[in-house]
């Protein structure tokens, strides 16, 4: 699982029935340095799927591959990333990374 900062919303013109009821979300995924205000946020953009209703400036907590379709057993949706989590807050303690 990853955590990610949406930065926009995907529109479909056409979209596959089971999908109906959510929307995509353009997101960036953030690395340490990017939590810890260090960073330059410069990964690749990612579209993820969001029943919860993430608006833009939210972070969000990623689920990827496999496992992003799992919410959704037994019926199947095709998608390859999931929105597992609107994040309020994120703490980082320092201090145990720079001893690893």
Request: glycine share 8%; proline share 5%; net charge negative.
């Amino acid at each position: 699982m990853r955590i990610g900062e949406v930065i926009g919303t995907v529109t479909l013109n056409r979209s596959h029935p089971s999908l109906l009821g959510a929307r995509f979300k353009l997101t960036v995924p953030l690395s340490l340095d990017d939590l810890a205000g260090r960073g330059d946020s410069s990964a690749e953009e990612l579209v993820v799927y969001d029943e919860l209703g993430a608006g833009v400036g939210s972070r969000i907590a990623i689920s990827e591959g496999r496992e992003a379709a799992m919410p959704f057993y037994p019926d199947s949706k095709p998608v390859d990333a999931y929105n597992a989590a609107i994040l309020d807050t994120v703490h980082i303690r320092l201090s145990n990374i720079d001893s690893i």
